[in-house]
């Protein structure tokens, strides 16, 4: 069985914002001395692990992402719910609005314990002002932990031990991390956990951030919005300037099968599932960012997939030099794509196996990716 699995897409995007900076630009990046578009690899990650696409495919292996798990546990004991119903979907009403005065002292014990085991508490603040607007910020942990469904159910499985009297775990109760039954997503894109290092799982999916294959300028979007019920001024009732851009990118992804089988506990079933949903979700799943605004949802123009045991190589030195043309841009990318991987074959004796589809001459299919990297 190859070790390695390699993935390179190439994408277009119409006008859009897809991964914003701290500014609201899109990111950027420059490469061969010009400017091109950027989505980060965390942006990319995140809207695949969150997709339809993994819901459908891994349903019950799919893990959570919070800092808030303790306020969730200490909802669940007050409210008489299961952390189950709680959490599916997001549901904090119960403690909305809360007074310092109302905070449940044996609840609040019991919540934070389980929140200290996945990282370190927060403190609450110094001024009793700050500790007014959210008298239960101690129940978050410092950093983001990711939690498999099988940690998810031990902590449910506690919240109901100690909801009679709201009694307090012992030390034995809190062994609420796991290393079996892994969570699909936490196999492929790993975790970290600084106060449980023996509980990390290394990644076995590495994402590049994808770019442009040419140059691109960020333009600005001068736009008004009408109030309908002004019939006194002509004016507009809103206006506002949103950059944006508009691009082909270049995207690879790395997979190293022996680690995300290790990390599924060597279930070859579960793994050929994750294999299938990276495949799918990274050809037909689009960043979220500002959707509502350009609708540029956008499936992979092109796909080559690669696997064998030699070391992986990404082939954005394909686009190091902008491809610069008006003219089929998108063949050029590919025929740029297609060479330097040749020449590469060639100057380093490769003989991994690949195929491809490509939408420009309706070549190949999803399927024949799909089906390629999962045997």
């Not at 403190?123 to 129940?139: G, M, R, V």
């Amino acid at each position: 069985m190859s070790r390695f699995i390699q993935l390179h897409l190439l994408t277009s995007y119409p006008a859009s914002n897809l991964n914003r900076d701290d500014l609201g630009r899109p990111k950027t990046v420059i490469m061969g001395n010009v400017q091109r578009l950027r989505v980060s690899s965390q942006g990319l990650k995140r809207c695949w692990r969150t997709s339809e696409v993994f819901q459908k495919a891994l349903a019950g292996r799919i893990g959570i992402r919070t800092k808030e798990m303790g306020k969730y546990v200490y909802s669940a004991l007050i409210s008489e719910k299961s952390l189950s119903a709680v959490i599916t979907p997001p549901d904090l009403s119960a403690i909305a609005g809360i007074t310092p005065e109302q905070v449940n002292k044996k609840a609040h014990a019991i919540s934070q314990a389980v929140a200290g085991v996945f990282g370190q508490v927060k403190a609450l603040p110094k001024k009793e002002a700050d500790i007014a607007k959210d008298p239960l910020i101690d129940l978050e942990i410092a950093q983001l932990a990711h939690l498999s469904p099988a940690e998810i159910s031990a902590i449910n499985a506690l919240t109901e031990k100690c909801r009679p009297g709201l009694s307090m775990p012992n030390a034995a109760d809190l062994n609420l991390l796991r290393k079996e039954n892994q969570a699909a997503d936490i196999a492929m894109f790993g975790r970290m956990l600084a106060a449980s290092k023996e509980f990390n799982v290394d990644a076995a999916v590495q994402v590049s951030h994808a770019m442009t294959v040419h140059k691109v300028l960020v333009e600005d979007d001068f736009f008004t919005a009408v109030d309908d019920l002004n019939v006194d001024d002509s004016g507009a009732g809103h206006m506002g300037v949103a950059e944006f851009g508009a691009g082909l990118f270049y995207l690879y992804v790395c997979i190293d099968r022996e680690i995300l089988r290790e990390n599924l506990g060597g279930d070859l079933t579960l793994t050929a599932k994750a294999l299938g949903a990276l495949c799918e979700a990274a050809c037909t799943v689009s960043p979220t960012g500002k959707q509502n605004s350009y609708a540029s949802r956008a499936h992979a123009s092109y796909c080559l997939a690669e696997k064998g045991d030699e070391q992986p190589r990404q082939l954005s030195v394909a686009f190091l030099d902008p491809v610069n043309t008006s003219v089929n841009m998108l063949q050029k990318a590919i025929e740029r794509l297609e060479d330097m991987k040749k020449n590469m074959d060639a100057v380093y004796g490769s003989t991994v196996e690949q195929t491809s589809f490509n939408t420009m001459t309706g070549k190949g299919s999803l399927e024949d990716v799909r089906s390629f990297i999962t045997r």
